[in-house]
């Protein structure tokens, strides 16, 4: 295959009391990014008689951040190694409409402010803009996305999955409550509505945080798969929808229906071979074939493979977590936590190195083939949003309370692994890793923290296992071999439905990260022709 993979982010949003950090998002965004876009959000937050508001329409402020993002925009975008595109959160009628972010192709392009969102459509057309829903799976005339007003020349795809969950349909895995002010989803809205209707969606994930770093573990990134990475080449695959989106772990996914890949349509009368491949972060549970919203088939990785007992040469991913810790609700007054440590091979090599980072402080040094070194932050446990500022100190769920790390490496089973973390050390065997999973707890720094913010000795607490739950921890998950986290398989639809169908894929690992792909759209009505494109 021509194509190469790349890994994004097109939905960061920068708020106007942001504008301070800019250059560190871009800066933090090229560490970890191939690609990236913020969404600049032309709202203010205000109160009114004690009412938190959100602001409607433009303001000369938005116009003066505007330029800034611009120059940003144009200074960090370098073909072959990070490219980046202009972008914000259209500030119309979101509540009849759904939201939209637009991103254009050249820099130095308006910040439109059109209330309707059939007149932004008219001006993108002219400036070689997109407009992208998002959250679409809400409440529709609550800013859930409204199919009867949609161009599909100018929305190549859609985001499925965000900081908000998911909006694939009404009852698919993952939810929407996260965002508890704008209630649950439900049916109207989906990806699987606009699906239905017969759009031509791509499907990406992308984070919708709001707190300026880059890729947020968790909160979605989206997979393009383009011949070089460039501005050019990356928008050529947006519209020829050569797209994914993935929760957090960076699934490989490869997807074809008759040598047709993800993203394309054909004519087809005859049966359908569907194959696919799936690289994931951790082991995959299974992979579930989608004919018009509907489950077809699944593979069932789970069961399928087992830990080799040989002492040949193996590849293994292995996930080590780093968090935990005291909790501000408890009464603890906390910074940041930093962390240092490297990781050893003492025989065979380390392959790569998956970061799965939430916020900014976060490096990772290879220092040979065999040694990893690493510097972590995370944020204390419990924060909330700032009243006055708006701005998230860190998430209600604890996101940024925990940094981690796949490691790809290979070696024998017998192969010593050295971790380092602090003053703490461990050694295990890569077989002893990956027959279970363990834990390094600091608890001793657990006594000291309480016995200097609360004066209390341990003979003085009750209950000892307050320094259990209060020490932070280190996770060694289970490495998972090469087996576990690679799948092949086919499928053959040998008498799909005489209409036009569309297929897609949906990944689920056992750690919970998913994937979904971008359709495949095939024509198999009565007078299709084989292997003919339509469009």
């Known amino acids: 295959m021509k194509y190469n993979l790349y890994w994004g982010d097109m939905h960061t949003n920068i708020h106007p009391y942001q504008m301070n950090i800019l250059e560190d998002t871009y800066k933090e965004a090229r560490n970890w ?4 876009a913020i969404a600049y959000y032309p709202f203010l937050r205000y109160t009114k008689r004690g009412l938190s508001i959100e602001s409607c329409g433009c303001r000369k402020r938005f116009l003066e951040d505007w330029e800034k993002v611009q120059d940003m925009v144009a200074a960090y975008n370098l073909s072959g190694k990070f490219v980046t595109f202009l972008g914000y959160e259209w500030p119309g009628n979101r509540r009849k409409y759904g939201d939209h972010n637009v991103f254009y192709l ?9 209330f309707e969102l059939p007149n932004l459509y008219e001006n993108l057309r002219k400036r070689k803009g997109i407009a992208i829903p ?3 799976g809400y409440q529709v005339g609550e800013r859930g996305k ?12 859609v985001e499925i999955y965000s900081s908000h969950g998911s909006s694939e349909g009404c009852d698919t895995p993952l939810t929407m409550n996260r965002n508890l002010n704008m209630g649950p989803r439900t049916s109207g809205g989906t990806v699987q509505e606009g699906l239905r209707r017969g759009y031509r969606l791509g499907i990406i994930a992308s984070g919708d945080n709001h707190y300026g770093f880059p890729g947020v573990w968790g909160n979605g990134l989206a997979g393009v798969y383009a011949e070089e990475l460039s501005r050019k080449s990356i928008w050529d695959a947006f519209f020829k929808r050569r ?15 008759n040598d047709h890949f993800m993203g394309e349509s054909f004519r087809c009368s005859g049966p359908l071979e569907i194959k696919a491949k799936v690289v994931g972060g951790q082991a995959i549970d299974r992979v579930e074939l989608l004919r018009n919203n509907l489950v077809i088939y699944t593979y069932c990785h789970s069961g399928n493979w087992s830990i080799p007992s040989s002492d040949e040469v193996v590849r293994a991913k292995l996930k080590i977590e780093f968090g935990w810790g005291p909790d501000i609700r408890r009464g603890f007054k906390l910074e940041s936590k930093k962390w240092s440590g490297e990781l050893e091979l003492l025989s065979g090599r380390l392959i790569s190195v998956e970061p799965c980072f939430t916020t900014f402080g976060q490096r990772i040094e290879l220092l040979s083939e065999r040694c990893c070194r690493f510097n972590l932050t995370t944020q204390p446990r419990g924060l909330v949003w700032d009243k006055q500022s708006f701005q998230p100190i860190a998430s209600s769920r604890d996101l940024q309370s925990f940094q981690a790390m796949i490691f790809e490496v290979e070696a024998s ?3 010593m692994i050295h971790l380092k973390v602090d003053s703490h050390s461990t050694f295990f065997s890569l077989q002893e890793a990956m027959e279970g999973s363990r834990i390094m707890s600091m608890s001793e720094e657990a006594k000291k923290c309480i016995y200097e913010q609360f004066h209390l000795l341990p003979e003085e607490i009750e209950n000892p296992d307050v320094f259990w739950h209060f020490a932070y921890k280190v996770k060694i998950h289970r490495a998972i071999p090469q087996g576990g986290y690679e799948v092949d398989f086919e499928y053959l639809d040998q008498d799909p439905p005489r209409r036009k169908n569309f297929y897609y894929l949906r990944v689920t690992q056992l750690n919970g990260q998913m994937a979904w792909s971008s359709p495949i759209w095939v024509d198999c009505s009565e007078n299709a022709f084989p292997q003919i494109p339509f469009s």
């Open 33 to 36: 990014l191939d690609f990236f």
């Open 106 to 114: 050249k820099d130095y392009q308006p910040l439109d402010c059109t």
């Open 134 to 136: 998002h959250h679409t």
């Open 146 to 157: 409204n199919w009867d007003f949609h161009d599909e020349s100018l929305t190549p795809f």
């Open 243 to 257: 797209v994914y989106g993935v929760t957090g772990d960076r699934i490989k996914l490869l997807f074809f229906i």
């Open 413 to 415: 089973p017998k192969s």
